[in-house]
């Protein structure tokens, strides 16, 4: 029962299975842990963490998304911190620590925050990738052959992105159940229009350069023109458009979420929390903690697509 991680941070082997745990909530019994089903917060199972595990400052203690049965104030319950010696019976230092609260089911904020975080950029990193592959291809043939094909192809982008995507939403969220896979499907549907008309731009002010005219003239098939020498000059407005259409798949799932047609019910959800907050405005932490943390988790992802379209922008110099 030996876990094998072959120097690589995303696969592991175990017993000739593979594994991938950034994408699958793995029991404990699976490694020779505990039970699949464990109350973290039992008094054995404590005391036996407590002695032969290894934990440095767990934000979340003896529980990861189980729900607090016993809350020191009714649900949605305060932060711990946040609570006054009456509240929690005479000392507060002996309560679990509930950093940010609790929701109106009883589930800590800050494990609710950690999950939804993941499924966010998860489902924002998936589809942003697919969807970029689509709209840059569709923009390439389009920009690169011009003519009737760019025409014919140009209708039917306008024709499509007429279709309003809240209405498809609520079509196909009334004859299924909405899942994960089933909305990134519906927005993959749309979501590769917005890139196809950079790439296109970019494709039609390259095409008639010098350089690809001589490439022509050396016998290079169209395709290798569009791959070696169009593409590497048209990445650079690409990569810059990517960080927006990344954030903004975040927040189109935080959207849905919070007209309630995204991901089932109990699902960890950023805009979930946010719909808590509006419901329990007595209960200020719940949208503060989900306002912030997707701003700072838009923010970031800003910054970041701006380090890296500089970083590989060939037209930049460094002294």
Not at 143 to 165: A, K, N
Not at 222 to 233: E, G, V
Not at 264 to 272: A, R, V
Not at 301 to 319: H, M, N, Q, S, W
Request: proline content about 6%; charged content about 15%; aromatic content about 12%.
């Amino acid at each position: 029962s030996e876990l094998i991680c072959n120097d690589r941070p995303l696969f592991a082997l175990y017993k000739g299975e593979w594994l991938f745990p950034v994408f699958v909530n793995f029991p404990e019994d699976k490694f020779g842990g505990f039970e699949a089903v464990t109350d973290y917060r039992d008094a054995t199972v404590a005391d036996e963490i407590d002695k032969h595990g290894f934990m440095i400052w767990p934000p979340i203690r003896f529980a990861n998304n189980t729900v607090k049965l016993d809350p020191p104030t009714g649900l949605p319950s305060p932060p711990t911190w946040a609570l006054t010696q009456a509240q929690c019976g005479g000392d507060c230092s002996k309560l679990e620590r509930q950093w940010l609260g609790t929701d109106a089911v009883g589930r800590d904020i800050v494990a609710r925050l950690f999950y939804g975080f993941r499924i966010s950029v998860l489902f924002g990193l998936i589809l942003t990738t697919i969807a970029s592959l689509i709209g840059i291809t569709t923009g390439a043939i389009q920009g690169y052959f011009g003519g009737r094909v760019d025409l014919i192809m140009q209708r039917f982008i306008e024709i499509w992105t007429s279709i309003p995507t809240l209405f498809v939403l609520l079509i196909i969220s009334s004859m299924f159940i909405p899942g994960f896979w089933t909305l990134l499907f519906i927005l993959l549907l749309f979501d590769w229009v917005g890139l196809v008309s950079v790439v296109r731009a970019e494709f039609l002010r390259g095409r008639n350069l010098e350089y690809v005219r001589a490439a022509r003239a050396l016998g290079l098939a169209d395709w290798q023109i569009m791959l070696k020498h169009l593409l590497p000059n048209a990445m650079v407005a690409t990569i810059t458009y990517l960080p927006f259409q990344f954030s903004g798949a975040i927040g189109s799932l935080t959207a849905l979420d919070f007209l309630g047609l995204g991901l089932p019910p109990g699902s960890p959800s950023l805009g979930e929390l946010l719909l808590q907050g509006k419901r329990h405005l007595e209960a200020p932490w719940l949208g503060i903690s989900g306002f912030l943390s997707i701003a700072v988790t838009l923010s970031l992802l800003i910054f970041i697509g701006e380090a890296v379209r500089d970083a590989l922008d060939p037209r930049k110099t460094y002294r």
